[in-house]
């Protein structure tokens, strides 16, 4: 497998601020955030698969338009799957013909521009020779992490979490794991607006990555945006046995 990172900041503002992205080979996205819009149009047509993460806007953004500008030129639907809580947020509060057409629905209902596909927590999907599974996390709203398999190693997505027992069980039960992209978004001063808003801080890594029993490459992603420099001079410092990376827009990781 290779995973290209379109985005992997936690907002926007300037060329490396794209949010959360990640294209599989060239068919597979992995969150869909504003990084997706920086792929040409017949990158877009290649797109069946969409991995959400959780509905949170810097992970879905580009989902609607991405649909509205394939759907008539594609000779596929675009599936996208998630835990159902999340595409029941989909559902109800994007694609409600409201804040965007039923694309479900269109052109019809059996042969539709996209399709919601509800996985569970724990649930593995196959496409050809990858397996994508569904791990637990503990944000502000229902989601899931994922678990990518060429069948050879393994890469895991975090998504959004804060510290987190069951997510930290989950990593452990993957012996042929080789790359962890896992969130930071705050700075260690602001680690009660951290577990607020469930997410991590550099010292909440580190007990994350003290926990780990196996020794993966490890990225640090959705940075907030004019935090990015302070948040990896923490994390530099944390005493772990893993030193984690800054993860980068234009990346790529093969395995």
Not at 204 to 209: G, P, Y
């Amino acid at each position: 497998m290779k995973l290209t990172v379109l985005g992997c900041s936690g907002g926007i503002g300037g060329e490396d601020s794209r949010t959360s992205s990640f294209l599989v080979d060239d068919d597979v996205l992995i969150d869909c955030g504003t990084g997706v819009g920086d792929l040409e149009f017949d990158s877009l047509r290649r797109i069946c698969h969409v991995f959400v993460s959780h509905s949170h806007l810097d992970h879905i953004a580009a989902i609607p338009l991405l649909v509205d500008s394939i759907g008539e030129v594609c000779n596929h639907t675009v599936t996208i799957y998630a835990t159902p809580e999340t595409l029941h947020i989909l559902k109800a509060h994007v694609f409600n013909w409201l804040v965007w057409p039923d694309f479900t629905a269109i052109p019809d209902r059996r042969f539709p521009y996209l399709r919601l596909q509800p996985v569970q927590v724990g649930e593995s999907l196959r496409l050809g020779e990858n397996t994508f599974t569904a791990l637990p996390v503990l944000h502000t709203v229902p989601g899931a992490a994922w678990l990518l398999d060429s069948g050879e190693s393994q890469l895991i997505y975090s998504g959004d979490t804060t510290y987190s027992p069951g997510f930290i069980a989950a990593i452990n039960q993957c012996p042929r794991l080789r790359h962890l992209i896992i969130e930071t978004a705050f700075p260690e001063e602001m680690r009660a607006m951290a577990m607020a808003a469930r997410h991590l801080c550099p010292s909440m890594l580190e007990a994350v990555l003290n926990e780990m029993a196996h020794s993966p490459e490890v990225y640090v992603s959705h940075l907030k945006p004019g935090m990015g420099d302070r948040i990896m001079k923490q994390v530099d410092a944390i005493n772990a046995p893993l030193k984690p990376t800054r993860l980068l827009r234009g990346q790529i990781i093969e395995f």
